[in-house]
């Protein structure tokens, strides 16, 4: 019986730490995001983890996952950085992003349940809603809703793996860069457009309304890198 009573406070234990890694992952991959962590920051487990109030081993565990993503970069001997924005990565992010995503709304379009479509059908909404208020909070919520309920009703994880990677140096690339170029209005509207599709069940036209989402986006990276130079 100890043996047993030590093997399930063991399991609790191990539990605990993977909420709190999940927690210390999602709030740091917000902060990257939304450039409260701007790239090439030095940043340390010590620094995050008094910011946070979690404790040094989620934190760890957390940057790995994030290295991982390409958030941020370990430099041995150096330290932790929050990776630059690099508009050739992202053109390659997005030649990635075609091909999977384009099977994933496929999917989605056709494995969807009821109270997904349901879900997907809400999205659309507030996406148009976003769009006609140019509401950026409101379309980057709801981005992150899609992407997550995309990947759930795709119903394959192994894209799944896959694409989780890319959306959140998609969505900082967004946030760092195409309010320069573009307001929400069009960026919003592409997405209610990929919602409205697979809500519907219609896997020809969720494929094309994932083309014209990616064919706006690439166009508007491709200015970014324009701008630069």
Not at 20 to 31: N, T, V, W
Not at 89 to 101: I, M, P, S
């Amino acid at each position: 019986m100890p043996n047993q009573k030590i093997s399930n406070l063991a399991l609790v234990i191990s539990s605990e730490e993977a909420s709190l890694s999940d927690k210390a992952y999602s709030q740091i991959e917000e902060m990257i995001v939304t450039m409260q962590l701007p790239p090439e920051t030095p940043v340390s487990e010590a620094q995050l983890s008094v910011l946070l109030g979690i404790g040094r081993t989620p934190i760890r565990e957390a940057i790995q996952r994030l290295s991982r993503e390409h958030l941020v970069t370990i430099v041995p001997k150096r330290g932790i950085f929050i990776s630059d924005l690099n508009t050739d990565k992202q053109l390659r992010v997005l030649e990635t992003r075609r091909a999977l995503e384009r099977l994933i709304c496929k999917k989605a379009a056709k494995r969807a349940m009821p109270e997904e479509r349901n879900g997907f059908e809400r999205l659309a909404k507030d996406f148009r809603k976003a769009a006609m208020d140019k509401d950026d909070d409101l379309f980057r919520k709801a981005d992150k809703e899609l992407n997550d309920l995309i990947i759930l009703a795709s119903r394959n994880e192994f894209s799944a793996a896959a694409m989780l990677p890319l959306q959140g140096m998609s969505r900082r690339f967004w946030f760092g860069n195409f309010h320069r170029f573009s307001g929400v209005t069009e960026m919003a509207s592409l997405h209610g457009a990929l919602a409205a599709a697979i809500a519907k069940g219609d896997e020809a036209e969720a494929s094309q309304a994932l083309d014209d989402l990616i064919d706006s986006v690439e166009n508007l990276t491709r200015k970014t890198f324009a701008n630069a130079d």
